[in-house]
């Protein structure tokens, strides 16, 4: 096939992964959907990953290895550590821009939750976000964003929560957008610890 990409290195297949489940969820991910999005054949997909299975496990995977550094870079790249956090929010609900892709990728989610392999790398994922929330939350307070005293153990783990419940939220009342839904709601709750409530 003329003009077809070689090389095609296995990040932009599983980006393209990612976004296929956006559109038609786990159930109707196909090797010929992916191929089609990437500008290869099946063929090579199946060379490469073995089978649907194999792509969905690679994506767990990848997704795993680069939360660390994803939620590093997301620091560098902000002045304050409550903005990185609130990025960190946004960012980690990209993909779910629509109530529908929310719910594909929810799918998928419920099969992280299921399958032992997937739950493996979904819990990494999880964890490494609690992590840098936990830090950024840590650099706020040493930084005077936030309240000395403030139990940032306890925060982190409210923030975890709240971008799961404002994902949710946001699919069945679909009022604004998810990202803006993500900023009021993580500055709601950072608001009693801010050192700005405190000094005004």
């Known amino acids: 096939m003329a003009g077809r990409p070689r090389g095609v290195d296995d990040s932009v297949i599983l980006r393209a ?8 969820g786990p159930a109707g991910l196909t090797l ?22 194999g792509l969905l496990v690679a994506l767990a995977r990848q997704s795993a290895h680069e939360a660390e550094a994803h939620h590093e870079r997301l620091r560098r790249r902000r002045p304050s550590s ?39 790398y979904a819990l990494a994922v999880h964890q490494a976000q609690r992590r840098a929330i936990l830090a950024l939350l840590d650099e ?9 005293g403030t139990d940032t153990a306890a925060l982190a783990e409210s923030v ?4 799961a419940g404002t994902g949710l939220t946001w699919a069945l009342d679909r009022q604004g957008t998810l990202q803006e839904r993500l ?3 993580v500055t709601a709750l950072l608001s009693p610890y801010t050192r700005s409530k405190e000094t005004s």
Do not use: W, Y
Request: aromatic share 4%.
């Open 17 to 24: 992964v990612a976004e296929v489940i956006g559109k038609v």
């Open 140 to 148: 706020a307070v040493a930084e005077g964003e936030l309240r000395t």
């Open 82 to 120: 409550l903005e990185a956090l609130t990025a960190l929010a946004e960012e980690s609900m990209a993909l779910m821009d629509t109530p529908e892709r929310f719910a594909n990728h929810l799918a998928f989610l419920c099969m992280d939750l299921t399958d032992p392999e997937l739950h493996e």
């Open 32 to 53: 010929a959907a992916v191929a089609d999005e990437v500008g290869l054949v099946p063929g090579t997909l199946v060379q490469r990953f073995g089978s649907k299975r």
């Open 160 to 163: 975890q929560a709240l971008i």
């Open 183 to 185: 900023r009021q709601a």
